[in-house]
């Protein structure tokens, strides 16, 4: 009996730890979904996914990183890299994927991304 207590005292004392206000600065951003009685906007749904739970914020953050490939490889290419034969575009988007992205149902989007040269070969 005794020892539980220690242990719920220890574990206590461990979890419930005051935030540092260094560290609250960091993530001192207001969690907010999309208001869908704006109607339904899909660049706006998608861009409050960075201030929602941990997994859509990991999503926000890649389409970010996705938006700002594509903005890249339809950019206009600089002059010193026109007279390049290797160079065909302003930016190379890889695309990495296993096996059972297929099998899910992600191989028509894989294809439309191939299909369309979104990404490279």
């Known amino acids: 009996m005794e020892g539980d207590k220690k242990l719920v005292e220890v574990a206590i004392n461990n979890v419930m730890q005051p935030t540092d206000q260094e560290s ?3 993530f001192n951003s207001e969690v907010k979904g999309y208001d869908l009685n704006e109607g339904v906007n899909y660049d706006k ?3 409050t996914f960075i201030n929602t739970g941990f997994q859509a914020t990991n999503l926000g953050k890649a389409i ?3 938006n700002r490939m594509i903005k890249c490889k339809l ?3 600089p002059e010193e890299k026109k007279d390049s034969m290797i160079t ?3 930016c190379t988007i890889f695309l990495g994927y296993t096996s059972n992205m ?3 149902g992600m191989r028509e989007y894989i294809r ?3 299909q369309h040269k979104m ?3």
């Open 102 to 104: 297929i099998s899910c």
């Open 88 to 90: 065909k575009s302003n």
């Open 24 to 26: 609250s600065k960091k």
């Open 45 to 47: 749904i998608l861009e």
């Open 119 to 121: 990404v490279e070969k």
């Open 75 to 77: 950019s206009e290419m």
């Open 112 to 114: 439309f991304l191939v």
């Open 64 to 66: 970010n990183e996705v």
